[in-house]
């Protein structure tokens, strides 16, 4: 066994609550992805079957490998995998370059999947190497890599790591000493006890359930959550279900249900990878299940929307950033949005929603503090959106709102802010910005309408320019009278009374 990486193993962290990144360890199996892409113009002679004129050949890890390189977007990460003396495996260990890798011996070739495709379309999928189970575990170099992690996640791909007697032990330990997600897979095995998340998908699940032969219904994902961890001694078990959203529920507790957003048209490709890599960073943060959760079910959405592992391939770094940067706990609906810490969503994130949203028609935005939803932002919300057919809010972070309104402000965090306003009918998408301004914003964005709320003109609003130069135009409406969130605060202040609707 032996390390390699560019930067010397992390020393031993406390489970506390992380204010930079995390270290997040990866334990699983690797496989090299190989993308096959060309061109169909006719049919083989010898066989009704297409000939594929290649254009291109890309590599890239995939796995517990694409796990690795996901958390590397937030966190310092260390990957235990076994890694084949072969082409493949040095390809993978160049791939993998910028992590820390503890090397396990690896039974056989390198695992490949090769997905030959033509015009965005899969026609054959080609599998080999393997098996790739690990040999020769050093247990006490694997518990020493884990001991310096505060978070850890298992990416079983069915290759013999979650199989392994020694580090099944080694994983046993550890998951009494801190958060481990286990992402199961059917040929691999079962979670060691104490584990502070399962992330079975629906079909996983029910198969779980008759292996072990539970009394549940195969239809209720959130019964099989809850009895899935009561049987795997888990912290908690989340059954993820597609458009459906996801179940989680602790051993003997109720069942809470996640919903996303569905994906149109996108690639669910790696979307559980997606799903598991939130899922430890916020756990390796300090913070809660529920949030990680729902951290993850938003991360997943927006995965397969962005297309992808193959749309991660085609531009990783981008899309890693999108997740946003360093945040608290407790700003999970900030981070579904892609901000950190109540901050501003990445320019390269405005920009994909934006074209993802302008062939539905007229792009309206709007902008605001937003700090306590009253009657008055309801009305200049649903007004904006009867001018177009999509409305995007962009939302002030919550240090933009302190430098704007003072110490005493926000009332309301960005993270429940945001997730109040996607709640609204009117509302297609929240999104934080950070500057005391939304010309950044808008810059990246590029709606068709800007509108703004109160007793304005045009030439008074800086970002009026921006919108303009794009081919957009402003639009001033005004509130209601008497209803600001300054006054509400006010009111509560004087005589302790807080109007219907503004709590």
Known sequence: ???????????ARSTTRSTTRPVVAVVGDVLLDRDVEGTVTRLCPDAPVPVVDVDVVRESPGGAGLAALLCAGRADVVLVAP????????????????????????????????????????LVRLDDGGPGRPRDVDARHVAAALAACDAVLVADYGGGVTTDPVLREVLTDVARQRPVVWDPHPR???PVPGVALVTPNLEEARREAARLELDVPADDAGALAGALAAAWSAGAVCVTSGARGAFVAEAGGAPVHVPTVPASGGDPCGAGDRFAATAVDVLGRGGRVPDAVRDAVAAASAWVSAGGAEGFRRGGAD??????????????????AG?????????????????RLRPAGTLVATGGCFDLLH???????EAARALGDRLVVLVNSDASVRRLKGPGRPVVTAADRVRVLEAL??????????EDDPRAALEALRPDMWVKGGDYTVDQLPEAEVVARHGGRTVVLPY???????????????????????S
């Open 83 to 122: 890694l084949a003396d072969d082409d493949g495996g040095r390809a993978l260990r160049e791939h993998l370059r910028d992590l820390t890798v503890v090397a396990l011996g690896h039974e056989g070739g390198t695992r490949r999947k090769t997905r030959v495709r033509s015009s965005g379309q899969s």
């Open 425 to 434: 009918d009117c509302v297609d998408a929240a999104v934080v910005f950070d």
């Open 480 to 502: 209601l009278d008497g209803l600001s969130t300054t006054a509400i605060l006010e009111r509560a202040r004087t005589d302790g009374s807080v109007p219907l609707g503004a």
């Open 375 to 381: 009657a008055g932002h309801v009305a200049t919300l």
């Open 188 to 190: 691999g095995g079962a």
């Open 1 to 11: 066994m032996s390390a390699a990486g560019p930067r010397p193993a992390p020393t």
């Open 319 to 336: 899309q890693g950033a999108d997740q946003g940067a360093d945040r608290g706990a407790d700003q999970g609906a900030a981070e579904a």
């Open 339 to 355: 901000m950190p810490d109540g901050g501003a969503t990445g320019s390269v994130a405005l920009e994909r929603l934006g074209a």
